[in-house]
């Protein structure tokens, strides 16, 4: 089992900035990918950036440019940097863990980032 343990959303004024950390910890395999999603009401649940544990990155569309994902390995833990945020980023953000060996994936309990003036 991997355990996830989520910290960093709030409330935030439009244009403001939010950080978001994940720390993993439990039984974790060499080969992963840590990354975010986030559902807003009446929504699905998007993928919103994910690193590997070799530093590859993606990008949802709608955060390029305005977000940032990064890991530290040593510490299992990715962060989320969130700046010129919108009302529509306005989501519960879940932390997302899969590694491979076999293939296996974890979700943390998600954390709330409101944007709101």
């Known amino acids: 089992q991997v355990q996830l343990v989520e910290s960093g959303g709030g409330l935030v004024q439009p244009g403001g900035s939010l950080r978001l950390s994940c720390a993993a910890s439990g039984s974790i395999f060499s080969i992963n990918a840590m990354g975010w999603y986030r559902q807003a009401p009446g929504k699905q649940r998007e993928l919103v950036a994910a690193?590997?544990?070799?530093?590859?990155?993606n990008y949802a569309d709608s955060v390029k440019g305005r977000f940032t994902i990064s890991r530290d390995n040593a510490k299992n833990t990715v962060y989320l940097q969130m700046n010129s945020l919108k009302p529509e980023d306005t989501a519960v953000y879940y932390c997302?863990?899969?590694?491979?060996?076999?293939?296996?994936?974890?979700w943390g309990q998600g954390t709330q980032v409101t944007v709101s003036s």
């Open positions: 690193i590997t544990s070799g530093g590859s990155t």
């Open positions: 997302n863990f899969k590694q491979w060996g076999p293939f296996r994936e974890f």
